[in-house]
């Protein structure tokens, strides 16, 4: 059974940033399609970032020039840097990994953005 694991989630005053980080356990990871998703409290969950191996990152509009998505395939590990926080960024984010018949998805991490 593959698992990710996330972390970085916290409490952040809003202009402030946070990292989140999300490792798997297993090597599909390097052949993956790898994303962010977040679910706000009374809402559905959607996308917020999603990177391949070699594409070009894809963001929601909500977040575009405030979050960066990566990736190392080295440490089978991707990245959020979310930047100019605002409370409506406020969410459980989680990460999936998915191929061509196969989807997994981690726990989450809360992120609150309040003053």
């Known amino acids: 059974q593959v698992q990710l694991e996330e972390s970085g989630g916290g409490l952040v005053q809003p202009g402030g940033s946070l990292r989140l980080s999300c490792t798997a356990s297993?090597?599909?990871?390097?052949?993956?399609?790898m994303g962010w998703y977040r679910r706000a409290p009374g809402k559905q969950r959607e996308l917020v970032a999603r990177i391949g191996r070699s594409d070009t990152p894809t963001y929601t509009d909500s977040v575009k020039g405030r979050f960066t998505i990566s990736r190392d395939d080295a440490k089978k590990t991707i990245y959020l840097q979310m930047n100019s926080l605002k409370p409506e960024d406020t969410a459980v984010y989680y990460c999936k990994m998915e191929g061509a018949g196969y989807g997994y998805w981690g726990q989450g991490t809360q992120v609150t953005v309040s003053s």
């Open positions: 297993d090597d599909t990871f390097t052949i993956s399609l």
